[in-house]
């Protein structure tokens, strides 16, 4: 029968009086969505109700429902226990800990079978238990409370194939991640597609949490899913030098293995996503790797080469000699390669798919695009306002420039006076490297407006790179075009340092921001 109106407000508020009423009904009165009153008690807090486990003549909730304990097994239309309701909401501990407490009067066992464990282990209709639900909305003390209670059992992956443990990674939850580890015996560490918390760890940049599964479970390290990669592939494809660096000190060997889409090496999938950090990191530690090709006979460098990732492609020849300026040239062609060149190797996988970490780790760009569109165009707009001063900025310096022309008569006329000082030559190139790549932004947001989806961002987060470049050029250039004109020596110094210390704390926002 429907659940009366009267009983289920008295389950959300824990009116002892009128639950004895009902005493006998609990089994028959239910929700449409066939919920009991142990369903609403646990979807309301119950716990925090002091009414719910004292009354005036001293009975209680649970004395009331001793009687009925098979309600623990109820299972409503999601086949949800009281238990995964009460998982939840993070209300689970009060109420266990209740049951614990007056194990002698109530116990947790029913005729025919139902044990704490059964109890506990019951998954929903989306394969859920009750440790599940309380990983996924991170209640700490709940997951805590649920390991202990099971130490000994594996929590099996739910329908989508994950498992608690892996549900935490993907929630980036250190805590339930290190609850898990340090209480149970034996984890599960199983994900969608054959990955494993570790491949996780990799994908998410957690490097505490991959700490801690490797000192349990070291033997992950080795563990490929079902596209052959390693957690040592996602790691160099996602560029987390940390990362890399933890996976190889434990195995160097994973360096050289390959998945299965054309054989590719975790420097490989570094290269081809430019993930220059990955790159000397692997390279550093394993310099032999670079001689490993794919099925099409391709190197690192070559591939690095055929999808324009032009920071890995300075750093194999100049690993030892880079040159400062040499850094910008390369991040302008970096820049003006994708106005022009789609990537033409891209590497799939099916998590990453199904997640949204695509290319660079990041949404792809019509998601993002379409998301927010008033917001992106905003950013647009502030960008070509942004982009358009620091040109005009550039050209009217260009021609004006700090010490005039020389207006004698002979060859020099009309010639810059100060063109031998070294101070005016860094004026020159500066305010030429802020034109670049200012023009070079403009460009970028023009490009962007041939709406080719699958390029929009990239050319938006290049063309954020290019001016915050532009923007610490242009600071150069004010401060060598003062420095070359000032005939105070201590003066000048002062704008060299105050000029200096800004142009720090852009460089030190942007690497932050990595924009640079």
């Not at 034996?186 to 505490?208: K, N, Q, R, V």
């Not at 160097?252 to 430019?274: C, G």
């Not at 923007?471 to 004010?478: K, S, W, Y």
């Amino acid at each position: 029968m429907p659940m009366e109106g009267r009983l289920y407000r008295a389950a959300q508020r824990g009116d002892i009086n009128v639950l004895r009423e009902y005493k006998n009904q609990f089994t028959t009165q239910l929700t449409p969505f066939k919920n009991t009153i142990l369903h609403i008690a646990a979807d309301h807090d119950f716990h925090t109700r002091t009414n719910y486990f004292s009354s005036k003549d001293g009975e209680n909730f649970l004395d009331i429902i001793s009687s009925n304990l098979e309600l623990l097994f109820c299972l409503n239309s999601n086949s949800d226990t009281c238990i995964h309701v009460a998982a939840r909401k993070g209300h689970f501990k009060a109420f266990i800990s209740y049951m614990k407490q007056n194990s002698c009067q109530y116990e947790l066992e029913i005729e025919g079978g139902g044990t704490t464990e059964e109890l506990l282990r019951i998954p929903n209709s989306k394969g859920n238990m009750a440790l599940h639900e309380a990983v996924m909305h991170r209640h700490h003390r709940v997951v805590e409370l649920l390991v202990k209670e099971d130490v000994d059992f594996t929590y099996p992956p739910n329908k989508i194939s994950r498992s608690p443990l892996f549900l935490a990674m993907e929630k980036k939850d250190d805590i339930s991640v290190e609850l898990i580890l340090s209480n149970s015996s034996s984890p599960s560490y199983a994900g969608p597609y054959g990955t494993t918390a570790l491949h996780a760890a990799a994908i998410y940049h957690i490097e505490e949490c991959l700490q801690l599964i490797l000192e349990k479970e070291p033997r992950l390290v080795k563990e490929v899913d079902d596209m052959g990669w390693s957690p040592l592939h996602f790691a160099a494809f996602f560029g987390s030098k940390p990362i890399v660096r933890a996976l190889l000190k434990e195995d160097k060997q994973m360096v050289y293995e390959t998945i299965k889409e054309d054989d590719r090496t975790p420097l490989h999938l570094a290269a081809l996503n430019n993930m220059i950090d990955a790159v000397r990191e692997i390279y550093e530690q394993c310099p032999d790797s670079i001689e490993a090709v794919t099925s099409q006979g391709h190197n690192a460098l070559q591939l690095a080469k055929e999808n324009c990732s032009f920071k890995v492609q300075a750093f194999f020849p100049a690993h030892s000699t880079k040159k400062i300026l040499e850094k910008y040239f390369l991040i302008i062609g970096d820049a003006l390669g994708m106005l022009f060149i789609l990537p033409s190797i891209v590497t799939h996988h099916p998590y990453l798919e199904e997640t949204s970490l695509k290319w660079l780790g990041k949404k792809p760009s019509y998601e993002i695009m379409e998301a927010d569109k008033e917001s992106w165009k905003e950013r647009t707009n502030t960008h070509l306002i942004v982009a358009t001063l620091i040109t005009t900025i550039s050209f009217a310096a260009g021609f004006t420039i700090p010490g005039g022309y020389n207006s004698d008569d002979g060859p020099n006329k009309g010639m810059a006076i100060l063109t031998r000082k070294t101070a005016f030559k860094a004026f020159v190139i500066a305010n030429t490297l802020a034109m670049t790549f200012s023009a070079t932004a403009v460009y970028m947001h023009f490009r962007a407006t041939l709406k080719r989806e699958n390029m929009t961002h990239t050319l938006f987060l290049n063309a954020s790179s290019c001016l915050s470049y532009a923007i610490m050029a242009m600071m150069i250039v004010f401060t060598t075009g003062v420095y070359v004109v000032l005939p105070l020596a201590d003066l000048a110094t002062a704008v060299c340092v105050l000029c200096s210390v800004t142009l720090a704390i852009f460089a030190y926002i942007g690497v932050k921001e990595k924009l640079i």
